[in-house]
């Protein structure tokens, strides 16, 4: 059973820091909710600009981003339930 769930979880990430876009990728650091998505498809972003704002434990992180470039896909919207590892903006 314990197999199952682990599987299961992993099923549910996003594909896009899977195939090897993994410096393109920004995923959560842990499991929260997601309080605002600030950017969208499209936008261009500077190297520390917040890209999702996540909430776990009662603390809200602002999750930055890695580089400039630009935002190829937003994987997630504000209040969604997200899991440790879960893709949630990526990058071209």
Excluded: Y
């Excluded at 499209?42 to 890695?66: D, I």
């Amino acid at each position: 059973r314990i197999i199952t769930r682990i599987t299961n979880r992993l099923g549910k990430r996003s594909q896009c820091c899977d195939d090897g876009a993994g410096a393109n990728c920004l995923s959560a650091p842990m499991h929260g909710l997601v309080v605002d998505v600030p950017v969208h498809e499209g936008q261009e972003v500077a190297k520390g600009q917040t890209l999702v704002v996540l909430e776990s434990m009662k603390m809200q992180m602002q999750l930055r981003s890695p580089r400039d470039g630009k935002v190829a896909k937003v994987s997630v919207q504000a209040g969604a339930q997200v899991e440790k590892g879960a893709a949630l903006v990526q990058l071209e």
